[in-house]
């Protein structure tokens, strides 16, 4: 893929979704669909109180709403995610609790609630083998569940060493370590010892290079050894790690401080997704989208990325998610606090 965004690149706006009644906090791409016979899926939360399933027609290419899922939550659902397999689908919310969708014949039954949590549940996260779910709360603390047969979902531990809320914990995609960005400006780094404990193994802070400022959420590129997180301090931060050493079983590698990307947003940056071809995409404050490449000239500092495209006024409100799609899709949504979610295709100017 290298020199593929040399040239000039355009964001194409597909459709506007329409629907929820309030913000729409975030969403997610289902991971099994968006193959040449299986058109995409994603789902999206609101303050609305509702998770809606929405599905592209292959005919017209057009999206529709597939399902609306409400009356479970009694406040603001903040995160969704489905599992890697793509039945089942998990939702986070203001009422302390994380519901458990699964997709039976078409319709999404509640099949299970975790309940432990405080106060409002912030993000919830699946491992890549499906095996464990992370959810994480303003309560300060992150838990682990275990999945067990019969949707029965057993917490395995509660981590504790955020001094403030948690706003988003991210598996890695290839490894069980755990990722918790939160308000207290730190990235913590979790892993299991080996016999079941959980402690953290890393605290990214302002110390060594870390964010000055709430961090709102981080992503993998799709190797697993770089990491991308975003802040309200303004700045979108890099970090890498040696892949080599986490191949050999070494789940305890360090992630350092690759670079700062800094002068592009003047509001909070919210959200940030890394595509399969390298390609950071950031959701802001402002309203706006922007687009990052590693820069491949003057390697004489170590890599750097630079801008390849902004959209302004990409939505009239805050944009709170962006989420590249899954498969051969080639396609990134957003949502934000106007109520609705954007389809967008990145292509190369013919």
Known sequence: MEGLYDGNMELKEIQTLAGHSDRVWSLAWN???????????????????????WEQTPSNRLWHCKAVLEETHTRTVRSCAWSPCGKLLATASFDATTA????????????????????????VSWNASGSLLATCSRDK??????????????????????????????????????????????????????????????????????????????AFNAEGNRMVTCSDDLTLKIWEADVGGMQSGN????????????????RTIFSVHWSREGIIASGAADDALRFFVESKDGLVDGPSYKLLLKREKAHDMDINSVQWGPGETGLLASTSDDGTIKIWELATLT
């Open 251 to 266: 789940d305890l590698v360090s992630w350092n401080h690759l670079c700062t990307l800094s002068g592009y947003h003047d």
């Open 141 to 218: 603390t992150v838990w682990i569940w275990e999945v067990m047969p019969g949707n029965e979902f057993e917490c395995v531990s509660v981590l504790q060493g955020h001094t403030q809320d948690v706003k988003m914990v991210k598996w890695h995609p290839t490894m069980d370590v755990l990722f918790s960005c939160s308000y207290d400006n730190t990235v913590k780094v979790w892993a299991d010892d080996g016999t079941g404990d959980w402690h953290c193994v890393q605290s990214l802070g302002e110390s060594n290079n870390g964010h000055s400022s709430t961090v709102w959420a981080l």
């Open 31 to 53: 991971p099994a669909t968006g193959t040449s016979n299986n058109p995409p899926v994603l789902a999206s939360c609101s303050g609305d109180k509702t998770v809606r399933i």
């Open 100 to 123: 458990i969708w699964e997709n039976i014949g078409g319709d999404f039954e509640c099949v299970s609630t975790l309940e432990g949590h405080e106060n409002e549940v912030k993000c």
